[in-house]
């Protein structure tokens, strides 16, 4: 039966982080005085997303994706293939791109399961040859973007049901698919799937891994 390899994105596989990503629009706004605001804003934010980062993956997710207010649909997309080129790409572990074409290698459909906007994922996936991108919608009303997001919140234990309902869809056996983090967060993700790899983890995932004879690769 075919399977699928699901691949987070942020600290997996590139360098940089959905903090990233936001500031690069912060600070290419159109108009400079409402970028300088929107600038304050943001960086006085980082105590909150710190904290909510440590609690709630979902949460903290809430949290940054509010510093989209107000920028326009299309200056989200127009800024899109910038946004890639200057945050994502460069951040690219070296490495990276051949795990992934592994995956490809052995038949698996490769999905990219990352909490970064949707639209910037997608530019990643064209990189890499991904199948499919799952990632942050941003909910637009009347061309803007509320700062809200649509649900699903693509972080934390919601991501392990986001792979129990595309396995399903797509007629994979979950004990043959694999999944790649670098995240104690992740670890429903990692834990719902036959094949579990913790990459580049973090302290605590690195021992978990270890605990339970995960394979534990590391690109940096």
């Known amino acids: 039966m075919a399977a699928a390899s699901f691949f987070d994105v942020d600290g997996t596989l590139t360098k940089s982080n959905l903090f990233d990503s936001l500031l690069f629009y912060v600070v290419n706004q159109q108009n400079p005085i409402a970028g300088m605001g929107r600038m304050v804003r943001t960086i006085a934010s980082v105590p909150a997303l710190f904290a909510a980062e440590q609690v709630d993956r979902g949460t903290f997710n809430d949290l ?62 064209r990189l890499c040859d991904a199948d499919d991108v799952i990632g942050n919608r941003l909910q637009i009303k009347d061309g803007l973007a509320t700062g809200k997001l649509l649900p699903p919140i693509v972080a934390g234990p919601e991501k392990a049901r986001i792979i129990k309902d595309y396995a399903k869809k797509h007629g994979f056996d979950l004990d043959e698919c694999a999944a790649y983090s670098d995240s104690m967060s992740d670890v429903p993700m990692l834990s719902v799937v036959g094949r579990p790899a913790a990459v580049n983890p973090d302290f605590r995932l690195r021992m978990l891994a270890k605990t339970h004879r995960w394979p534990v690769l590391d690109l940096r």
């Open 64 to 125: 940054l994706f509010r510093g989209y207010q107000g920028i326009s649909e299309d200056r989200l997309l127009d800024l899109a293939d910038e946004a890639f080129d200057n945050v994502m790409r460069p951040a690219l572990f070296k490495g990276a791109l051949d795990l992934v074409a592994r995956a490809k290698k052995a038949g698996h459909r490769v999905v990219l399961l990352s909490g970064s906007p949707d639209f910037i994922l997608q530019r990643m996936a």
